[in-house]
């Protein structure tokens, strides 16, 4: 699968560090999504970005900052994090957003681990 | 408020037998779409099928098929001759009033040899 990619694959940081998520899309759609997957709970919807504009921000902490350069990356900053902020977080795309018709596809994951 | 359950958090099974995952969800929209997404251990999820609730046939992709209850809320996943490559956690969802995806826990499917 190359639909979707994010990098790095794996991330170890400490609280005090600044690091940034990647995600890119490749099947020329207009909506990304930043999801969090942890252990044992269902995937919590963080943001979504249709058409570079940010249309959902579901109460996310200030130490996550989405960024929506254009329609094909979507990055994640991550500043002062807390050890429960360790999770996979996982990338996806869909032709939009405003249709019942659009499928979600996701990237592998970055399996980020705050110390 | 709109909710999606899985409440089988494991399951296996035996190589070529046939397995079925439950989801219950409750929703007020007349329309929606349902989904099933697959995650193996290499954490890509990845669309194994989808019903629209419109349409009382229910959706079938090789040896993935659904059983969809509109009125019981109830949308399973059922697998045949399952194979190997099918262990996974086994996620379903359900498109919300705002198109976002309300999603259930999951259930870790493990298919024995």
């Known amino acids: 699968e190359t639909g979707v990619t994010q990098t790095p694959r794996h991330l170890v940081m400490g609280m005090t560090n600044k690091k940034s998520l990647k995600c890119e899309q490749h099947?020329?759609?207009?909506?990304m999504y930043w999801y969090k997957q942890s252990a044992k709970k269902p995937l919590e919807l963080m943001f979504v970005y249709n058409f570079k504009e940010q249309t959902e921000n579901n109460s996310v902490p200030s130490r996550f900052s989405p960024e929506c350069p254009n329609s094909s990356h979507l990055f994640l900053h991550l500043h002062t994090l807390q050890p429960e902020d360790s999770a996979l977080y996982l990338c996806?795309?869909?032709?939009?957003?405003?249709?019942?018709?659009?499928?979600?596809?996701f990237g592998p994951g970055t399996r980020l681990t705050v110390l | 408020a709109q909710t999606v359950t899985q409440s089988q958090p494991e399951m296996s099974v035996q190589e070529a037998e046939t397995v079925t995952l439950s989801c219950t969800y409750d929703?007020?929209?007349?329309?929606?779409?349902l989904f099933w997404y697959k995650q193996p251990p290499s954490r890509q999820m990845i669309l194994v099928i989808r019903q629209e609730a419109y349409k009382q046939q229910n959706a079938t992709e090789n040896r993935f098929s659904v059983n969809f209850q509109k009125a019981a809320k109830s949308f399973s996943l059922k697998i045949s001759d399952s194979q190997l490559g099918d262990t996974a956690m086994y996620f379903c969802a359900l498109e919300g009033s705002n198109y976002q995806l309300i999603w259930g826990a999951g259930t870790k499917l493990i298919i024995k040899p």
């Open positions: 929703t007020s929209e007349s329309n929606y779409y």
């Open positions: 996806a795309s869909s032709q939009d957003t405003g249709g019942l018709t659009d499928t979600q596809y």
């Open positions: 099947l020329g759609h207009n909506a």
